[in-house]
């Protein structure tokens, strides 16, 4: 099993920047292709971005590109999301997610593990 804490959320307002951080503990943490995920008021869960295994393949929603930038540190057991220029449609709970597979998808059901989630609030 692997369990994912995720870090760094807060409240700020339009045009500031955010890291989340995600801590993975459980397993080998550099097996594990890596996604966020966020969920705003009202909304369904939807895809922000993915690294595979290594760090070699990344995938962004089209909706962050250019502003979100998803890394790891396989030593540090620790996936980020810097997030720039930050928009009110933004706002959202954000979570960190594992997989098994080799490169991490678009969709909840190619992850295996989620943590609880943090909160962004991105005010006008």
């Known amino acids: 099993q692997v369990r994912l804490v995720e870090s760094g959320g807060g409240l700020v307002q339009a045009g500031c920047s955010l890291r989340l951080s995600c801590a993975a503990s459980?397993?080998?943490?550099?097996?594990?292709?890596m996604g966020w995920f966020r969920q705003g008021p009202g909304m369904a869960r939807e895809f922000v971005a993915a690294?595979?295994?290594?760090?070699?393949?990344?995938y962004y929603a089209d909706s962050v590109k250019g502003r979100f930038t998803i890394s790891r540190d396989n030593s540090q057991n620790t996936v980020y999301l810097q997030m720039n220029s930050l928009k009110p449609e933004d706002t959202a709970v954000y979570y960190c997610?594992?997989?098994?597979?080799?490169?991490?998808?678009?969709?909840?059901?190619?992850?295996?593990?989620w943590g609880q989630g943090t909160q962004v609030t991105v005010s006008s």
């Open positions: 459980g397993r080998t943490f550099s097996r594990h292709a």
């Open positions: 997610a594992a997989s098994v597979r080799v490169v991490g998808g678009e969709r909840n059901s190619e992850y295996d593990y």
């Open positions: 690294i595979s295994w290594s760090g070699g393949i990344i």
